[in-house]
């Protein structure tokens, strides 16, 4: 009588993949500056509503900041999170 064999072990899973940290910093670092012009169209924004007159440039300029300063924001967003398995 031949003793029977267990049954193989499940195939493992390789581990996630992990990110490098000094790529994570200069993610942070470079959302951090984006949040620059996002915060001074808030400002120059604001100001411009008190204001006498709407020049329309200024609205772009303010919307081109609000949207540098949400890309600032996904980008510190992406930098934080953790990557998928």
Known sequence: MTPE????APP??????QRNGCLTALMIIA???MLLPGLCA???????LTGS????IVTVLVVLG???GFLGIMLIRA??????A
Not at 12 to 17: K, S, T
């Open 42 to 48: 808030i400002i120059f924004g604001v100001g411009s």
């Open 5 to 8: 064999l267990p049954p193989p």
């Open 53 to 56: 007159s709407m020049d329309p």
């Open 66 to 68: 609000l949207f540098v």
């Open 12 to 17: 493992q899973l390789p581990p996630p993949a």
């Open 31 to 33: 959302g951090l500056i």
């Open 79 to 84: 930098a934080t999170k953790s990557p998928r």
